[in-house]
């Protein structure tokens, strides 16, 4: 698969469910999207595209917990993150490991 047919499947699937896309240095995608999407998302970057999971991680900043799940494209040496906004009140989502 190449680049732009990666790129071009995900926004046409994911489509109104990404809040907000950034591209940030050219092989590394952000993609923000609504926590109860999260299983659907990873789940069609993960199986449908055949990416690799490579980790979640979490960061605290002063409005939000931001959770971060990373996938590597590897044979286009590029990475999408999905990322999940969560309100300090409710840092709750639900896990991707049945993907």
């Known amino acids: 698969m190449v680049q732009q047919d ?3 499947e995900l926004k046409e699937k994911l489509g109104k469910k ?3 896309w ?3 240095p050219p092989q590394r995608y952000y993609l923000t999207i609504p926590r109860e999407d999260i299983l659907e998302a990873a789940n069609f970057i993960f199986k449908k595209q055949g990416a690799r999971f490579i980790i979640e991680s979490g960061v605290d900043t002063p409005r939000a917990m931001e959770i971060l799940y990373h996938f590597s494209f590897d044979e ?3 990475i999408v993150t999905l ?4 309100s300090k009140d ?4 639900e896990s991707i490991a049945p993907v």
């Not at 990322?83 to 969560?86: A, D, P, S």
């Not at 409710?90 to 989502?93: G, L, P």
């Open 83 to 86: 990322k999940v906004l969560l």
């Open 22 to 24: 950034e591209e940030k």
């Open 6 to 8: 990666v790129i071009k």
């Open 76 to 78: 286009l040496n590029k």
């Open 18 to 20: 990404i809040l907000k």
């Open 90 to 93: 409710e840092c709750e989502v």
